[in-house]
């Protein structure tokens, strides 16, 4: 395809590592999965990281964590703030221990939560918000964590999308109580499926390493808060704590994110390039709205959002890519309200939620990868200006 949505980013180093574990004998969670927990957190500047095997298990474990902490446990029927675009993972977790959402609108140039809107959102039963940075683009991190913490609530950073973008100089990933990663394939750091969760609260990491491999006490330490050993090293062995899953990694996984995560601050750079020819063509273009940066983006991908009042034939312009050999895909799935998975939701929503329906309408994303696309936004262009007049 002349412009790929998504592209390997893997070199020798990657299918070497591989190989090593092979080699190793030892392909379950062990070393190297310590090794890239400890690494990753490092980068961010943070204390502990459990690693699972996506991004979705990552979402799931924390809210289960956050639903078993000792003091103050998230409960059914609590209400948690949420962004009206998001991946479906993002959410699900939050319907499967009980949680009822409150939706808030994006705004239609940054594509993230309209933080204007969250004092309206709150009402007695609020208990956590999740912040959300869509592809690449920090979310107003700063302004949701402040609001948390005035109100008493978690925050829960959905950074599945945004991997090293960093916001006044801080990494996405290092506001909220906890944040999540997404290591699949086409993302910042590709490791075929995996995902990681970040946070500095020791509780959370030990509910944490419990929750992902079947709710037992085995990879905790001895002097954990979570339970009292009893001594038999027996018993012990097969001792379960909490009702949790198995979402372990695999070494494999964790040899490659070593790799990657080493490659990661020049492939954001490469991306970042890309961005800054993406935006000489396309920003202040009426006839667009892209993506304004809040802080810096990592630039997961390119936005397009058709101006409606054009009356423009979106599909005439999609047939248009199609023929010009470009891949594009709606905005991280668009509106989430209008998927038919919301009927097994407890929810409601603050005010209309006009930006996600535009976004869902009239928007699309095109890969980013890191190598030079200037070509390749050079054809985008090209073909949207043709067919957007
Ligand atoms: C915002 C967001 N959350 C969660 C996920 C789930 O990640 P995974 O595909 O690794 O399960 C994704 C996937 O891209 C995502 O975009």
Request: charged residues 25%.
């Amino acid at each position: 395809m002349f412009y790929e949505l998504a592209a390997s980013t893997w070199g020798e180093d990657e299918r070497t590592a591989i190989l090593d574990v092979l080699d190793s004998g030892r392909t379950t969670m062990g070393g190297r999965v310590a090794a890239f927990e400890e690494a990753f957190a490092r980068y961010h500047g943070r204390q502990y990281g459990v690693m699972v095997n996506s991004g979705s298990s990552a979402n799931l474990v924390a809210i289960a964590a956050l639903c078993h902490k000792q003091a103050r446990p998230l409960q059914r029927g609590d209400e948690v703030i949420v962004p009206a675009i998001s991946w479906a993972t993002t959410y699900h977790p939050l319907l499967q221990y009980g949680l009822k959402l409150r939706f808030v609108d994006i705004e239609l140039d940054t594509l993230n939560m309209d933080c204007a809107q969250l004092e309206r959102a709150l009402t007695p039963r609020t208990r956590a918000i999740v912040g959300v940075s869509i592809l690449g683009n920090p979310a107003p991190l700063d302004i949701m964590r402040r609001f948390a913490d005035r109100h008493g609530l978690y925050f829960f950073e959905d950074n599945c999308e945004s991997a090293d973008a960093e916001l006044g100089g801080r990494k996405a990933g290092g506001f909220g109580d906890m944040s999540s990663f997404s290591f699949f394939f086409s993302h910042h750091i590709a490791t075929m499926e995996g995902g990681m969760v970040l946070t500095d609260d020791v509780e959370l990491h030990h509910l944490l390493r419990s929750l992902r491999a079947h709710g037992w006490t085995r990879d905790l330490p001895a002097d954990t808060p979570l339970y009292k050993r009893t001594g038999s090293d027996h018993f012990e062995a097969y001792r379960f704590i909490l009702p949790g899953y198995n979402v372990r990694p695999l070494e494999i996984t964790a040899a490659i994110g070593l790799v990657q995560l080493q490659k990661l601050p020049a492939m954001t750079a490469q991306r970042r390039e890309n961005l800054a020819v993406f935006k000489a063509k396309f920003d202040g273009d009426p006839r667009f709205v892209i993506q304004r940066e809040n802080g810096k983006s990592s630039a997961f991908a390119f936005t397009i959002i058709l101006d409606p009042r054009r009356s423009v034939d979106r599909e005439r312009v999609f047939a248009a890519l199609r023929d010009a050999d470009i891949g594009f895909r709606m905005i991280t799935g668009g509106n989430f309200l209008r998927h038919d998975v919301i009927k097994y939701y407890d929810y409601d929503t603050v005010g209309e939620i006009r930006n996600a329906d535009i976004a869902h309408d009239y928007g699309f994303f095109v890969g980013n990868h890191p190598h030079d696309l200037t070509p390749q936004i050079t054809r985008l262009y090209e073909v949207l200006d043709r067919t957007c007049n």
